[in-house]
């Protein structure tokens, strides 16, 4: 059974970069795209982008492909999001997400969710 | 970008009611490639359904996908105490990947 852990909450000032990571155990990791999804307090869910490890290749959603990065280690089953020049907007809860065969667009293994903070 | 309309925002009712949420999209959803979520607030999304009407692994039958191009539902046919919660429509047929704005099922 895949699991999917994420690394803690994180608190940035307004302007500065965040890295999440997300480790996954128990499972198929590298023939799977990994993707990020990221829901504002009290709000939906907004996909962000993700990757296929075993690729090596990135899909980004237009709104977010001048701001982040999203890579894979195969070598230890972990993705991570990075995000840079953060406003208060990106206060937001980002999950990472399996997608359930291959790459198709649907998420079968969600991770826990890690609280972003952005202040001035 | 494909806009999914969930209707209604909110459901309010009672264990062992029918429940049934509604997903419309802006333009025709290829493939019909849609997907139903269910969210208990503080937790993270749990895939339901995918390709319109497959149930995902260890979902129980009481959940039913219906629907193709540009209208979708969700029928749940009879509540169960755990079945509370946000339920998003999620499109994966043409980039970007969207989902709805959520229908909350509440206790009467």
């Known amino acids: 059974q895949l699991q999917l852990i994420q690394s803690g909450p994180e608190v940035k000032k307004t302007g500065s970069s965040v890295k999440v990571s997300c480790k996954a155990s128990g499972g198929i990791f590298s023939r799977f795209g990994i993707n990020w999804v990221r829901q504002a307090p009290g709000q939906g869910l907004e996909w962000m982008g993700g990757?296929?490890?075993?690729?090596?290749?990135?899909y980004y959603a237009e709104k977010f492909q001048d701001r982040v990065t999203i890579t894979a280690d195969k070598s230890t089953n972990t993705s991570f999001l990075e995000m840079n020049s953060l406003t208060s907007e990106d206060t937001a809860t980002y999950f990472c997400?399996?997608?359930?065969?291959?790459?198709?667009?649907?998420?079968?293994?969600w991770g826990q969710g890690t609280l972003v903070t952005v202040s001035s | 970008e494909i806009v999914l309309t969930q209707s209604p925002d909110t459901l309010s009712l009672s264990p062992g009611q029918r429940a049934t949420l509604s997903c419309r999209a802006s333009?025709?959803?290829?493939?019909?490639?849609l997907a139903w979520y269910a969210q208990i607030p503080g937790r993270a999304p749990r895939l339901l359904i995918y390709?319109?009407?497959r149930r995902a692994a260890g979902i129980p039958d009481r959940f039913s996908g219906s629907g193709s191009g540009t209208a979708f539902s969700l029928t749940i046919s009879t509540l169960e105490p755990e079945d509370f919660a946000v339920y998003y429509c999620q499109q994966y047929g043409s980039s970007p990947w969207t989902f709805g704005q959520g229908t909350k099922v509440e206790i009467k």
């Open positions: 997400a399996r997608d359930g065969s291959g790459w198709t667009g649907w998420f079968d293994s």
């Open positions: 990757t296929i490890p075993v690729f090596g290749s990135t």
């Open positions: 390709g319109a009407s």
């Open positions: 333009q025709s959803v290829r493939n019909n490639d």
